[in-house]
């Protein structure tokens, strides 16, 4: 069974750093997709960035120029390197891999558990 760990998250003050992490274990032909999300109290999940298996990215507006994934396909990880980090950060993130099983041709998708950040004033 695929799964997801992820790790990275804390405290941190505005204006600081961190790196999210996210490594898969399982089966995995391919992985079409990573993504990484996230879901503050009292509001719903939104996309954060995605890079696609040709090496597409895309982000929010409001992490755009601050935020930055990146893979390693041969470690199944996903990272995510924010920087300059707001209060308005501050949530919980998950990690996202849309993935092709060995001997299928239909997608899967896997979630992380969730890593929260939270970035002080």
């Known amino acids: 069974q695929v799964r997801l760990v992820e790790s990275g998250g804390g405290l941190v003050q505005a204006g600081g750093s961190l790196r999210l992490s996210c490594a898969a274990s399982g089966s995995i032909f391919s992985i079409n997709a990573m993504g990484w999300y996230r879901q503050a109290p009292g509001k719903q999940r939104e996309l954060v960035a995605i890079?696609?298996?040709?090496?597409?990215?895309n982000y929010a507006d409001s992490v755009k120029g601050r935020f930055t994934i990146s893979r390693d396909n041969a470690k199944k990880t996903v990272y995510l390197q924010m920087n300059s980090l707001k209060p308005e950060d501050t949530s919980v993130y998950y990690c996202?891999?849309?993935?092709?099983?060995?001997?299928?041709?239909?997608?899967?998708?896997?979630w992380g558990q969730g890593t929260l950040v939270t970035v002080s004033s």
């Open positions: 996202n891999f849309d993935y092709t099983r060995y001997f299928y041709s239909d997608s899967l998708e896997v």
């Open positions: 890079i696609t298996s040709g090496g597409n990215t």
